[in-house]
């Protein structure tokens, strides 16, 4: 099975770049397409001021004057040789920008999607071990209506329930405000962290909560499990050794694909709760025409969600001793 | 009283006529018969005809449709939900019938340390292997996962997880289905060890030439019904001496007798 290891890496390292560069040209046709225009945004109340022929200027001075196709050719090139270019919405490096978004967005996406990870499983486990008991009925009636609660709108009312209503956690960002950053103390940092890690964990718990569940009340009806009963085994063992064991699998597949939902919810939430992290950044650079901004932040995204995906499939390979095996007899000759 | 007592048990399955009215589907119906210490019983009847119905209904882990009349006693006691949680794997365990009984994802050793501890018997690693070595299966199987293992090997690793609590009785369900002569024979040697060693076993079986050789009484089923017990010796010549006209023209049926058709299906 190790001989394979090279070759599957590296076709999904090529695939990937692929994907990269279609993401890359899809998106950036988009932000062409798209009515917003960057100088008229870059000027903002200012337009009143500027003439034309001003604009003009601004427009050559940004490359907006040639076609769109020198542009993004010129892009991709310096994209390949490491330049992201600069985001006009920040005055700085993309890349500079992304590193500090990152830096706010990982410990508040990280955490969340841990949680919802851990929450989701246990609650499925104990869901589907035992299925219709007032248990399953109160865990599923609870992952049905998270499920379909907008995550926007369980922000908002965290925020007047949380915040406005019971002053225990701040109302916004992801510090004091007025606070110089380097002085902001770790404990400060988690306080501003608490309602947006709320809201976007339970985004994520429905799901993983749903899939767990119905995986489990399908093995513990399986064959093995039947027979682990025959053994003498409680429905508690048998939920932990053979369900838990086998509904594993298939819920860290369902927690590594949900990446991309997991960014689309910390949009959402880092907009409401005026978090300064990645989902902001990339609604800010859209409202304002910032397409080197928005392009990075979308390949970002591309990149981190896609390979998800890929640990998921080697993961699979990993644990499940049958996949491995098919792949062995498949390579002899 | 034998070991493992059945009276009048049968098994049924509730079906949804329409929406709301229930009828209740019966496959088996008023099996009374026991298997006793040191005998083998081969309950003998046509593939589909719900004989595992009964090994299910025995240690409990039907579908929760399924509905259980009678009574089943071990060892003089009725076998309801806290008795059979007391017995299950400790003084009765089953060999149950396909590969998918074993959990794909564990090693064979596990499994058999897992039903080790179910049994109330945890074993070290020396323990194992000899419990293993008893059935001809080495380290190899051992450290195996169930889809590695032959058909054979994995009836012989399902018998030595039955055995690891050392329990009195031993349902076996069909456990030389889909196996070759010689397997079939291991299988049945072993099992008929187990009886001489003192355990009731009960054998599930659609092949009446098969087990015959080791049953001590056979107990023939026709469309869930008991239809006879005989026991295994008269089951000879031209079988005259057999009590039941069904089980002898099941037994005129086999190939190696007079091979004539004459009303044996089931």
Redesign the interface.
Known sequence: MSSHWPILVATRIVRLAFLLAAVAVVAFTLAKLSPVDPVNAYLGPAIAKVGPEQRELIARKWGLDQPATVQFGKWFHNVLSGDLGTSRTFNAPVADVLAKRVQASLPLMGMAWLLSGILGFTLGVVAGARPDTWTDRIIRTYAYVLASTPTFWLAIVLLVVFSVGLSLTPVCCAAPIGVLPEDVTLLERLHHLILPLIALTVLGVAQITLHTRAKMVEIM????A????????SLA?VAV??GA??AALPAITVLFASLGELFGGSILTEQVFAYPGLGQAAVQAGISGDVPLLLAVALCLTLVVSVGNTIADILYRV????IG?VHDLEARP | MSFLQLERVSVGFMRYEGIFRQHELGLLEDLSFGVGRGEIVALIGASGGGKSLLA?AI???L?RNAVVNGTIRIDGSVLDDTHR?RV???RM??V?Q?L???????RCRKQIG??GQ??GHPLDRRKTEALLARYGLDERAANA?P??LSGGMARRMMIA?ATV?DPDLVVADEPTSGLDTEATGGILRHLRSLADAGKAVLLITHSLAEVLPFADRVAVMRGGRLEAIEPSDRFAGAGETLASPYARALWIALPQNAFTPGGAEC
């Open positions: 009806q399986s064959d093995f039947l027979y682990a009963r025959a053994q003498g085994a063992d050794r053979h064991r086998n644990v499940d001793p049958r095996a | 299910h240690f409990g882990i579908p949680n299950r794997g400790r365990a089953l149950p396909s998918s009984h074993l959990d794909p994802m564990t897992w039903a179910r049994a996962f889809h590695e997880i609590g």
